[in-house]
């Protein structure tokens, strides 16, 4: 009889870029890491053997082990979890089912180093409106759920990176920036592997409320609007990042799951 905890990678693709997604666990052996570095999008790397001493981290949270095959390391390390009183899954055939279903991977090449609580450290220019929102989502729903943001002065951001060890975005002259016609949101998808089509729709939204490009996508205008309108309603910039990321995580789910629906009224007359 299976285990009644495994996941699909059908079923976990589903679920990675909301806001209720699992958190994921890389637990493959060095050389597994070694021959294929990439990495399901979210995921972080633990020890497997020394799970009996960080299970304890995840009590009450979701969480989905992978390990190379999804076999003995997933399975052990999710038992130990489930002992520390998280709901612990395993990924069906583990990492490399995932690579096989042609899933996204994201590449490390472009992942920052990360500091002694696990977390990517990144800067930018104070006061947001788009893109300086829509990156720290894309990176918190599929590159790192802990990443950090820094907003500063625009005349600091590069100062502050190499003070801080913080990587710089959505400034002039950086790798995380904008190229030609497209925005620093659209790099990110780019480096990062993230080629989704509900990514791509968003990034064209993205761009049009941007760029000042309105007509691009009859999206944008309604993003620049409530973007807008964020900026304006809070000063602090991190309570305006977190209030921003639900603004996205629905622009998100009606790329993916909404953009044919419709509405009218009254309520039940044809169409």
């Given at each position: 009889?299976?285990?009644p ?7 976990l ?14 637990v493959?052996?060095?050389e597994?890491?070694?021959a ?6 979210g ?6 053997m ?30 130990w ?32 180093p ?20 829509a990156?720290?989502?894309?990176i ?48 990110m ?48 910039d ?10 996205y995580?629905?622009?998100?789910r009606?790329?993916r ?15």
């Amino acid at each position: 009889m299976p285990s009644p905890h495994v996941i699909s990678p059908a079923q976990l693709a589903r679920r990675i870029g909301l806001p209720n997604a699992p958190t994921l666990i890389d637990v493959r052996i060095p050389e597994d890491f070694a021959a294929d570095p990439r990495s399901v999008p979210g995921s972080t790397r633990a020890l497997y053997m020394d799970a009996a001493d960080w299970g304890e981290t995840w009590r009450g949270r979701s969480v989905v082990v992978v390990c190379q095959k999804g076999l003995k390391l997933s399975h052990g390390v999710a038992a130990w979890l489930r002992h520390h009183g998280a709901e612990a899954e395993t990924l069906e055939e583990g990492f490399a089912g995932w690579a096989a279903a042609g899933l996204p991977l994201i590449s490390p090449e472009y992942v920052p180093p990360r500091d002694a609580q696990g977390r990517t450290l990144w800067v930018t220019r104070a006061r947001p409106k788009v893109d300086r929102i829509a990156c720290p989502w894309l990176i918190r729903r599929f590159v790192d759920p802990s990443a950090v943001f820094l907003f500063v002065s625009p005349s600091e951001v590069l100062a502050v990176a190499e003070r801080f060890g913080a990587t710089p975005f959505d400034v002039e002259g950086v790798f995380w920036s904008h190229r030609g016609p497209r925005c620093t949101f659209d790099t990110m998808i780019e480096e990062f592997g993230l080629r989704l089509p509900e990514l791509d729709h968003l990034a064209r939204i993205v761009r049009g409320a941007d760029t000042a490009k309105l007509d691009a996508e009859p999206e944008a205008a309604g993003l620049l609007a409530a973007s807008l309108g964020l900026s304006r309603m809070y000063r602090d910039d991190l309570a305006q990042l977190e209030a921003g990321i639900s603004l996205y995580d629905a622009f998100f789910r009606w790329c993916r799951d909404a953009a044919q629906e419709t509405h009218n009224w009254p309520a039940g007359r044809p169409a």
